[in-house]
Nanobody, 126 residues
Framework: DVQLVESGGGSVRPGGSLRLSCAAP??????MGWYRQAPGMGHEAVAA???????SYANFAKGRFTISRDNAKSTMYLQMDNLKPNGGGTYYC??????????????????????WGEGTLVTVGE
């Protein structure tokens, strides 16, 4: 079994930045990514990365968020800049071990996810 552990959440003012980390000790994977869940809402894909470093982003994340992975540390990151007031929620790390299609976009569909982290809370407000 794979245990994913997120960290780096916290409180930030609108326009601020946070860097989330996910310890993801997997030897091989199809793609991995970040989801967020705002209060009262469902899981929403934020960004994904595959095993060769290709990346994809939800429209709201383009230009402000950057996903990356340090293979040596088995850690995935999400740099979030210029956070909006509606950018808060619980951010989850997710991994798909065996994908079927679409490269990184496979990880934008939660039905394809094999493992989830417990989440880290991000609060955006004054």
């Amino acid at each position: 079994d794979v245990q994913l552990v997120e960290s780096g959440g916290g409180s930030v003012r609108p326009g601020g930045s946070l860097r989330l980390s996910c310890a993801a000790p997997v030897d091989s994977f199809y793609c991995m990514g970040w989801y967020r869940q705002a209060p009262g809402m469902g899981h929403e894909a934020v960004a994904a990365i595959d095993d060769v470093g290709s990346k994809s982003y939800a429209n709201f994340a383009k230009g402000r968020f950057t996903i990356s992975r340090d293979n040596a540390k088995s850690t995935m990151y999400l740099q979030m800049d210029n956070l909006k007031p509606n950018g808060g929620g619980t951010y989850y790390c997710a991994v798909a071990i065996r994908g079927m299609y679409g490269g990184t976009w496979f990880c934008h569909n939660r039905d394809g996810i094999d493992y989830w982290g417990e989440g880290t809370l991000v609060t955006v407000g004054e």
